[in-house]
């Protein structure tokens, strides 16, 4: 099966020498956005993938932002100081399209990884990827009960053995993450160039109810071989505090799009059908304002914790922060208060619009397919149990906890 490819920088009608500001950027997301809706349906399947989305990313700078300036990027995320203005961009792209938002922070959440973990070679070479050659990355570590194994070759040559499922951006993504084990059992980072090697990758794996443009593959990496300029930091790094679980405030963002975008298509759907005077819908759609408003704060708030810890995001990993807990505990706040928002909405824009509205015909039964199997994010549980068990070591009072 033959994918389609995203443009070249040639091919790109004006790809920018560097990237806008952080502030310049939240207001194209929110533009870009409302393109990026107009367009979703038509890849919401199976094997597509938004390309002409990432053709305007691209385009608009996006690609490159998270990149320090000397790269040529305005250190969108990497500058904890830029966060919320992240959070805002990648939050508008979600409620574009949360398929586009997917993968768009799986291409942030690499960056900042090469920036923070990568020699000064490695990031001048990815970087330059990304500036010069518009190359889309990724992280790909979940797998199943095979794993992936990287097997040292001598020669600093390493092959991979095994496979990774969820690798979305499949055919698109071609600087991924493909993190695996070491012989001694440790966890290594480790990126594959996947225009330069060959692998087998399973379509009939990816069969979802929601996601579907995605293109979430199981992709067997056997026989693929890399160098050892291709490992990415220590082992245990991609498992290191707090930058592992500080990054779920990227995904939230994007979760919280996809409910303004469903608080937006309900408002819709019932100024369309003259529902707007009904007590009920006022009601329901009051409680959406609230919940959706929260999320705002959340955001905000996450934003803030991340500046207050460090320049850095996640602070430099030569340096053990005090800080650690707090910031760990905050995070999964945020993410485990901005899935309940996701939830609350889901369910007051079902009962809003009834059975005719979530025909799938209508952008809201996509929207509910799509955040539905995009909030089933690992480690819920554990997440709130985190909080729960910060907050019984503090002795300070609640106005303060944070």
């Known amino acids: 099966m033959s994918l389609p490819q995203l443009a ?3 091919s790109l009608s004006r790809p920018p020498t560097t990237s806008p500001s952080t502030a310049t950027l939240v207001r194209l997301a929110a533009h870009l956005a409302e393109g990026f809706a107009q367009q979703a349906g038509q890849v919401d399947q199976p094997g597509a993938f938004p390309v002409e989305a990432f053709e ?3 385009e608009e ?6 990149l320090r300036q000397p790269l040529g990027g305005c250190g969108l995320g990497i500058d904890a100081a830029t966060t919320h203005d992240l959070l805002r961009s990648i939050k508008h792209i979600g409620r574009g399209n949360l398929a586009v938002g997917r993968v768009y922070e799986g291409h942030v959440n690499a960056l900042q990884i090469i920036q923070t973990f ?4 490695q990031v001048e070479r990815y970087g330059q990827a990304v500036r010069d050659r518009h190359k889309i990355f990724g992280v790909w570590n979940a797998e199943d009960a095979e794993g992936l194994n ?6 600093q040559r390493y092959r991979l053995e095994g496979a990774k499922t969820f690798c979305s951006g499949a055919g698109y993504v071609e600087r991924p993450f493909v993190n695996g084990k070491l012989p001694d059992g440790r966890w290594q980072m480790a990126i594959v160039p996947m225009d330069e090697v060959s692998t087998r990758w399973d379509r009939d794996w990816w069969q979802p109810m929601g996601m579907r443009a995605t293109a979430s593959y199981k992709i067997d990496f056997t026989g693929v071989e890399i160098g050892a300029d291709d490992l990415i930091g220590e082992p245990g790094d991609y498992l290191r505090q707090p930058w592992l679980t500080a990054g779920v405030v990227r995904f939230a963002a994007v979760q919280l799009g996809g409910a303004e975008a469903l608080f937006d298509l ?3 759907y019932l100024q369309a059908e003259q529902r707007t005077e009904h007590p009920y819908q006022q009601s329901r759609l009051g409680q959406m304002a609230i919940a959706i408003e929260t999320g705002q704060l959340w955001l905000r708030g996450a934003a803030d914790q991340l500046a207050a810890y460090d320049r850095q995001f996640g602070g430099d990993p030569q340096v053990e922060h005090p800080q650690q807990g707090q910031l760990l505990a905050y995070a999964n706040m945020m993410r485990t208060a901005i899935e309940q928002i996701c939830m609350e909405t889901m369910q007051l824009c079902e009962r809003s619009v009834g059975t005719r509205g ?3 015909s209508h952008a809201i039964e996509r929207v509910i397919r799509d955040l539905t199997l995009y909030l089933r994010q690992p480690a819920y549980d554990a ?3 985190g909080v729960g068990a910060y907050v019984l070591t503090q002795t300070t009072p609640a106005d303060r906890l944070w």
């Open 8 to 10: 070249t920088t040639q």
């Open 56 to 58: 305007r990313l691209a």
């Open 61 to 66: 700078g996006f690609l490159v932002a998270p």
């Open 118 to 121: 990568g020699t000064a070679e």
């Open 150 to 155: 990287i097997v040292p070759l001598g020669g």
């Open 266 to 268: 309900t408002r819709q």
């Open 358 to 360: 979530l025909l799938p």
């Open 383 to 385: 997440a709130i149990a």
